[in-house]
């Protein structure tokens, strides 16, 4: 398995919750973390949070296109309504490296959240579309921002797919969700299974609604 501590790990949307939230357990945890943001004091006054909770830990913001052009590894962690435009514009610095999409598209009425139809299939495979130069992985979709940001809970206790078509990519993003104790990186298949992974975080936050959780997902028998 890689040794994750020796990477760089860049995060698109770094100031929101689930992005600086990864980010806060992947620092915690020995990475290096660059957190990205559409302006760099942004990046950099989250990134100063992290470390302020974190302690000594590496951690600093950027814009965007410096956080990609920092990182061997990136994690896309912005709104479904900005996905395509920030992709389309970061493609020469991500070209070679391993892109790790937590995008879910999804709706919301008054009956509730419901998985949004994507003309790629999924939000994962509209990153593949616009990187065809990068390595695409699916990951980290059904991971609690609350439970991410809550350092009173040690262990995540949750279970995280991890899709994709490139199996040394998958192998770097399982060791990704590992690094986080108490979460564990399973192969969930190729990128074209994305949009179900997505689509189920609909269901998530139909249950964390009725239950007033933040539940994950468990794969049972492995
Ligand atoms: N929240 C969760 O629990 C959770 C769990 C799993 C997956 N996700 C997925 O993770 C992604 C981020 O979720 P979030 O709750 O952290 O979202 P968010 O707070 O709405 O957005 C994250 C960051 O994205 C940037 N952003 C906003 N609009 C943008 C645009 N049009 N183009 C480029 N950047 C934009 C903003 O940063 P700047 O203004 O600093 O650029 C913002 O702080 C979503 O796609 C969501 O489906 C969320």
Redesign the pocket.
């Given at each position: 398995m890689t040794d994750v501590t020796e990477l760089t790990v860049g995060v698109?949307?770094g100031?929101?919750?689930?992005?600086r939230g990864l980010a806060l357990r992947w620092a915690r945890a020995g990475i290096d973390v660059v957190l990205g943001?559409?302006?760099a004091e942004?990046?950099e006054a989250a990134a100063a949070e992290v470390r302020a909770l974190a302690g000594d830990v590496r951690c600093r913001g950027l814009d965007?296109r410096d956080a990609a052009a920092a990182a061997d590894v990136v994690l896309v962690?912005?709104?479904?309504?900005?996905h395509a435009?920030?992709l389309e514009s970061l493609r020469d610095e991500l070209v070679g490296k391993i892109v790790i999409d937590?995008?879910?598209p999804?709706g919301f009425d008054k009956q509730g959240p419901f998985a949004l139809p994507v003309a790629e299939g999924s939000a994962a495979q509209q990153a593949e579309k616009l990187l065809p130069e990068s390595r695409v992985t699916a990951a980290?979709?059904?991971?609690?921002?609350?439970h991410l940001a809550d350092l009173s809970i040690a262990e995540m206790a949750t279970d995280v797919l991890v899709l994709g078509d490139d199996r040394e990519a998958t192998d770097v993003v399982r060791a990704l969700a590992d690094a986080i104790p108490g979460m564990r990186g399973i192969y969930g298949g190729r990128l074209r299974n994305a949009h179900q992974v997505e689509a189920l975080?609909a269901n998530l936050i139909a249950i964390n609604r009725r239950y007033k959780a933040h539940a994950g997902v468990r794969i049972t028998d492995l």
């Open positions: 698109f949307g100031t929101g919750p689930q992005g943001s559409r302006s942004r990046g965007n962690a912005v709104p479904w309504e900005g435009a920030l937590c995008v879910n999804l980290f979709h059904h991971v609690s921002a609350v975080t």
